[in-house]
């Protein structure tokens, strides 16, 4: 069952009759709300806040959800669950089960370093186009896990999504039980970004201009995949949101004439098929993305989010796209880290009565929170949501 919500927004909603799902679907939809959605990507900040290292954090499942339940007590504005520890946190999943090599504290970094994904080419060309004729990625991604794990194989990979599907599902369990909504119910990765994870960057920029069509050819090739892996993680989580990767695959590494031939009709066409299976695509954006905000018109409006990670400029994509689609975002890293409590307060108002006075944002980070955040910056970020964002 997918996650169910109430089928219309209340009218004069008031903190008590509105859940966070309720909440969430009204500022997609541009609907009343009894006050802004705060959603924080939180991830190696919660192991400072806990008081532990990053070694311990990334090893301890236990642990980790422990420390993000502190971080929501602290601060019970907190209501929609951003991270994905499950995929993206859990050191041993990271070295045993993901498809880039990583560098991770206690190991190869100190012990209170976040973890590194390395750049690097673990496939051929060769393989790369031999997608076709597979119709499908399974043995391409198998011989990129082989060069990153030569002595594992296949009974290694399966036991290991079986684990990563059991700490996923203890995650969403993790993150209701705090009263929160849980929003990655999957990813979408579009074959831009995942054949330039694993061919690099480098390699797969050489790729289009000597390929061309072929590689056009390839990534069809794995779109199938790429949703179907989207649409069944949804189901299995029960929520319907879908992380869209967009990474690598925007126009501050494309030309207009290679976004619109290798990137764009991929992530439009992931979107609509996702769309037609009630799950929301949420466009991850990293990288600034402001020449290409006018494509996202192309989609069915009020159907989608796009969350960003602060070199996007957030107010010019809302005169762009206005009241057609949900913005997410956008408290920089560096004012975090760097920035007073005042300038973080004073850039959160400008964000949540700006973005936020027509319905339609989600405040949050851009992209994840750093772990060296200063904490009085962090509680300036969470106390704005009840000085500007409250509506009711």
């Known amino acids: 069952m997918i996650e169910t919500i109430a089928p219309e927004a209340p009218k004069a909603a008031t903190s008590a009759d509105m859940s966070p799902a309720q909440r969430l679907q009204a500022t997609i939809a541009f609907q009343p709300v009894d006050r802004i959605v705060c959603g924080p990507f939180i991830h190696g900040y919660a192991a400072a806040f806990g008081g532990i290292t990053q070694e311990r954090f990334i090893n301890d499942f236990d642990m980790a959800l422990k420390c993000m339940d502190k971080v929501k007590a602290a601060y019970p504005v907190w209501d929609l669950y951003r991270s994905s520890y499950a995929d993206l946190g859990y050191g041993p999943s990271l070295r045993q089960r993901w498809f880039q090599k990583v560098a991770l504290p ?157 990137s764009w009709p991929f992530l439009k066409d992931g979107a609509l098929k996702l769309i037609e299976k009630g799950i929301t695509p949420i466009f991850h954006l990293d990288t600034d993305w402001g020449r290409a905000m006018e494509y996202f018109l192309e989609l069915p409006a009020k159907k989608c989010i796009i969350e960003t990670d602060g070199a996007t400029d957030l107010f010019k994509a809302r005169d762009i796209l206005k009241d057609h689609m949900a913005l997410s975002g956008d408290v920089p890293a560096a004012l975090l880290t760097v920035g007073s409590p005042s300038e973080v307060d004073e850039y959160c108002r400008k964000l949540i009565t700006t973005l936020g006075k027509d319905g339609g944002y989600i405040f949050s980070n851009g992209c994840a929170m750093p772990a060296n955040a200063k904490h009085e910056n962090v509680k300036a970020m969470f106390d704005a949501v009840e000085k500007y964002g409250r509506y009711n």
């Open 106 to 262: 206690g190991d190869e970094l100190p012990e209170d370093t976040p973890y590194q994904i390395l750049e690097e080419a673990l496939a051929t060309q060769e393989e790369m186009l031999a997608i076709r004729e597979q119709k499908g990625v399974q043995k391409y991604m198998m011989a990129v896990t082989k060069r990153i794990r030569p002595n594992k194989g296949l009974i290694h990979f399966l036991l290991w999504e079986f684990r990563r599907n059991r700490m996923h599902r203890r995650e969403v369990a993790a993150a209701t039980g705090r009263g929160q909504v849980f929003h990655y119910g999957g990813t979408y990765a579009p074959p831009y970004e995942l054949l330039s994870m694993t061919r690099s960057m480098g390699e797969l920029t050489t790729d289009m201009y000597r390929l061309k069509d072929a590689l056009v050819e390839v990534m069809w090739a794995m779109q199938k995949d790429a949703i179907d892996m989207a649409v069944s993680s949804c189901k299995n989580s029960n929520s319907p949101r879908a992380f869209v990767s967009g990474c690598r695959c925007g126009t501050t590494f494309l030309n207009k004439k290679n976004f619109e031939k290798f």
